[in-house]
């Protein structure tokens, strides 16, 4: 079975620095990754996905995401956050077949001034 | 394009009774709608996976004859919360897919539901 680990809980950044969220995964196969950005009561957006190819993928937002296989890594990155930003980040990877999506727990980012 | 919708945004019902919540996608057919719960602070947990004009497939541990899932057609599905109780309170998100090889889902943007 599929499962997701996103260490980071909560994450405090300044605004303009940059924000990196970290992502592992465990996965007999090749894995489909998403990340998806939810604000707070809304649903959940998409920011980029990786489904084979390069392994960097530019998202929207400004975002981007690196899968390394020898890490069984895919970590988000931003080079200069916005408060807009602010939110909670979820890693999702897909299981081949039946097409569900496992998460992890999410972390949140918030944007100080 | 790929919007989901979700109706009621919000709602609040009595304990005992039942609540409708529908999922639609508004510009493509959606051949699997997925249903999640997400409790504060936490994760989405997948209640459900429905195909359309077909039983839905409930993970475990969600019990079917409480979350009746209908996808009734290629662009709605709808969850009904019988006999609702304070612990069924909740943020309801559904999902869909296109269908195909395609793994992308599309989210709705969510139902809070309070049963008081």
């Known amino acids: 079975a599929q499962s997701v680990t996103q260490p980071d809980i909560h994450i405090t950044v300044s605004e303009g620095a940059s924000l990196e969220l970290r992502c592992n995964y465990s996965?007999?196969?090749?894995?489909?990754l998403f990340w998806y950005v939810q604000s707070p009561g809304q649903g959940l957006q998409l920011l980029l996905k990786y489904f084979s190819g390069d392994t960097l993928v530019q998202g929207i937002k400004g975002f981007e995401a690196e899968f390394k296989r020898s890490q069984s890594s895919f970590n988000l990155r931003k080079p200069s956050v916005h408060w807009s930003d602010a939110a909670e980040y979820f890693c999702a990877v897909g299981r081949r077949g039946d097409y569900k999506l496992s998460f992890g727990a999410g972390t949140t980012v918030t944007v100080r001034a | 394009g790929a919007v989901v919708s979700q109706h009621p945004s919000r709602v609040i019902c009595k304990s005992g009774t039942s609540v409708k919540i529908e999922c639609r996608s508004l510009?493509?057919?959606?051949?699997?709608m997925f249903w999640y719960r997400q409790f504060p602070k936490q994760s989405l947990m997948l209640m459900a996976t429905?195909?359309?004009?077909?039983?839905?497939?409930?993970e475990q541990g969600v019990e079917k004859d409480k979350f009746l899932i209908n996808h009734a057609s290629l662009t709605l599905s709808t969850l009904t919360v019988t006999s609702a109780h304070p612990e069924d309170s909740s943020f309801y998100i559904c999902s869909a897919r296109e269908g195909g090889t395609s793994y992308e889902q599309y989210f709705g943007p969510g139902t809070r539901l309070t049963v008081t």
């Open positions: 510009d493509f057919q959606a051949t699997t």
């Open positions: 996965y007999g196969a090749t894995p489909y």
């Open positions: 429905s195909n359309e004009g077909s039983k839905a497939t409930y």
